[in-house]
C-alpha cells in the first residue's frame, strides 16, 4: 500500500506521484488514468528492485495540507 499525491499539471493532465517511490511518477489525461498508471508504476518500479535484490523503501509520506 502506497500513498500516492494527484494534482493537475500546467498542461491540464493530471499528474500522480508516490513519494516513497523517488522518480516514480507518471500522468493521464483523467484522474481515472493517472491513477491506473501509477498503479502500473509502482508495482513496475517495486518489480525492478527484487529483481536487483535491492531494498523496496517503506512507505514514510505523511501529508499535511496548508491553507496560505
Not at 500546467?10 to 501509477?38: H, M
Amino acid at each position: 500500500m502506497r500513498q500516492v499525491l494527484i494534482y493537475r499539471g500546467e498542461d491540464g493532465f493530471w499528474i500522480a506521484e508516490c513519494p516513497s517511490l523517488p522518480g516514480c511518477v507518471t500522468q493521464g489525461e483523467t484522474q481515472d488514468a493517472a491513477l491506473a498508471n501509477i498503479k502500473e508504476a509502482v508495482q513496475a518500479y517495486v518489480g525492478a528492485l527484487e529483481v536487483d535484490n535491492l531494498p523496496v523503501p517503506q512507505e514514510h509520506f505523511d501529508a499535511r495540507l496548508v491553507t496560505v
